[in-house]
């Protein structure tokens, strides 16, 4: 059975809430903006770690109208294909990492894409959360086609 799934995220714009650790207030500000948004079958926020700027930068799938707070900037993202797995939040992401890899390695029709970020986002809907006592986080490795 595949654990791994091939996922493509189109190039798009998206709102960014620019780059803040928790507990500073920006990512706070951030998901409860975009938490007040209608929610969709598919999460469309996505966080990353920036190591050049020493902090984390979510991103939101911007839509024409949307009401965007000063504090966020509208980026313009490239997409492509990543491999996808899950794992409980909060839990040392190291293995499920490895599984990735291990299953882009063995594919032999796909490569890491070194120009992108890992990308990573919580598909668990509260009720789920509620009833599991914990949420999944979904961890996106960027890939190419060789």
């Known amino acids: 059975m595949e654990n791994v799934r091939i996922y493509e995220i189109p190039s798009c714009k998206m709102v960014s809430s620019q780059c803040g ?3 500073d207030g920006k990512l706070e500000q951030f998901n409860e903006w975009f938490s007040s948004l209608p929610r969709t079958m598919f999460p469309k926020d996505f966080m990353f770690y920036d190591n050049e700027q020493g902090g984390f930068i ?12 000063d504090d966020f900037s509208i980026i313009d993202f490239p997409g492509g294909l990543y491999a996808v797995a899950s794992e409980i939040d909060g839990q040392d992401s ?7 890899k291990n299953f882009i390695k063995e594919k032999g029709c796909f490569e890491e894409d070194a120009c992108r970020t890992y990308l990573g986002n919580i598909p668990t809907p509260p009720s789920a959360c ?10 996106y490795v960027p890939i190419k086609v060789k």
């Not at 991103?59 to 024409?64: D, P």
């Not at 190291?94 to 990735?100: A, F, G, P, Q, T």
Request: charged share 15%; proline share 3%.
């Open 94 to 100: 190291s293995e499920v990492i490895s599984v990735i």
């Open 21 to 23: 650790m928790f507990g």
């Open 58 to 69: 979510w991103y939101y799938m911007y839509s024409e109208g949307m009401n965007i707070p």
């Open 130 to 139: 509620e009833a599991m006592g914990y949420e999944q986080m979904d961890y």
